[in-house]
């Protein structure tokens, strides 16, 4: 009984405690850190074959020579965040393949984004426009009330207002002659330029299929 206790009170079975512990942990935390490369690795993926559909999108709106407004290609953006554990996976001609498809996604949306500026501030201005134009029209009538029947006075304001709305202030006939800046258009162009869009389908994807565990 003495010797048991003896035992395992002795620095050996505390250097056997403690190693067992040690590799628990280990282990543990070996299997969380292969379990968030494989979910990295699949966030990634993900953004890849969706951008890959959105650049599609894209080709056929400057095909037209226009961007729409609701183009996003990369909506997120996760290669920055999860690079650092790819760095013994892709050599590199797949590493800048990967980054240089990031870059030019984001800077395609940043195109898209300022295409769209432009149009809002177009909407605003209108608004002004017509606010300023109906105020004018109020002012007017006021000061004719002193010379002519109120009731004239109102039809007439009611006539100019629906005929300014008309021929001016209705925003889908103002859009067809709004400022269209031709910079997003011939940048996104430049970006599309030699861009990758199926790299999903190339060894980067092969490999990214296999880390995140997907059938391929």
């Keep these: ?57 894209v080709k056929s709106s400057i095909a037209n020579e226009q961007l729409k407004q609701d183009l996003q290609v990369m909506p997120l953006e996760s290669w920055s965040k999860y690079k650092y554990l790819f760095v013994r996976d892709f050599d590199r001609d797949e590493w800048d393949a990967i980054s240089d498809f990031y870059s030019r996604c984001l800077l395609i949306d940043e195109a898209v984004k300022y295409n769209n500026s432009a149009f809002w501030d177009d909407v605003a201005q209108i608004r002004v426009n017509k606010q300023r134009a109906l105020a004018y029209y109020a002012k007017t009538a006021v000061d004719e009330l002193d010379t002519s029947p109120e009731d004239d006075v109102k039809a007439e304001y009611i006539r100019k207002s629906d005929a300014f709305n008309l021929f001016y202030a209705d925003l889908e006939r103002q859009g067809k002659f709004g400022y269209a800046p031709v910079k997003p258009i011939n940048d996104t162009k430049l970006y599309l330029d030699d861009l990758q869009i199926n790299l999903s389908q190339t060894t980067v994807g092969t490999k990214l299929k296999q880390l995140a565990k997907v059938n391929i």
């Design 1 to 57: 009984m003495d010797s048991i206790v003896h035992f395992f009170n002795s620095n050996f079975f505390i250097a056997i405690v403690t190693l067992a512990v040690g590799s628990a942990a280990y282990f543990v935390y070996k299997k969380q850190q292969k379990d968030h490369k494989k979910d990295a690795a699949n966030i990634i993926l993900l953004e890849i074959q969706n951008a890959e559909r959105e650049i599609k999108k």
